[in-house]
């Protein structure tokens, strides 16, 4: 499997609880895609309208073929890094299920849910 069939599936519709009503989705999208262009990491981006954990923006979810999904909430900007850090090992993973001391924080901390695979 190579990087390029994981999917990072950002929601871009959250809207921050605060006053002023930014989309913190939104914002995390366009960091993601900056520092994987500057560390030339080849990932699958995608965004989404809502990934049903509206509350915890930013969120996203990691999937792959064979793999479990995993739905992470409470990233930021400042988590993009440790975001695709999460992605490759996951995509180095047998089935998407990575051993906690290999996780970066954001994916120890954020975990919101995890579906099994298709098949
Ligand atoms: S609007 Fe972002 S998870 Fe629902």
């Given at each position: 499997?190579s990087?390029?069939?994981?999917?990072?599936?950002v929601?871009?519709s959250?809207?921050?609880?605060?006053e002023?009503?930014?989309?913190p989705?939104a914002?995390?999208?366009?960091?993601?895609q900056a520092?994987?262009?500057?560390r030339?990491?080849?990932?699958?981006?995608?965004?989404?309208?809502?990934l049903a954990?509206?509350?915890?923006?930013a969120t996203?979810?990691?999937?792959a073929?064979?793999k479990w999904?995993?739905?992470i909430?409470d990233l930021?900007?400042?988590?993009v890094d440790?975001?695709?850090?999460?992605a490759?090992?996951?995509?180095?993973?047998e089935?998407?299920?990575?051993?906690?001391?290999d996780?970066p924080?954001c994916?120890?901390?954020?975990?919101?849910?995890?579906?099994?695979?298709?098949?």
């Open positions: 499997m990087d390029s069939d994981v999917r990072i599936v929601c871009v959250c809207r921050d609880a605060g002023d009503n930014s989309r989705g914002a995390f999208l366009d960091a993601l520092r994987l262009r500057a030339s990491v080849d990932l699958r981006v995608e965004s989404v309208e809502c954990v509206c509350k915890r923006p996203i979810a990691l999937a073929p064979g999904t995993y739905v909430g930021s900007s400042a988590t440790d975001v695709i850090d999460s490759l090992r996951f995509g180095e993973s089935n998407g299920i990575v051993a906690w001391k996780r924080q994916f120890r901390k954020g975990v919101v849910s995890r579906t099994p695979p298709l098949t």
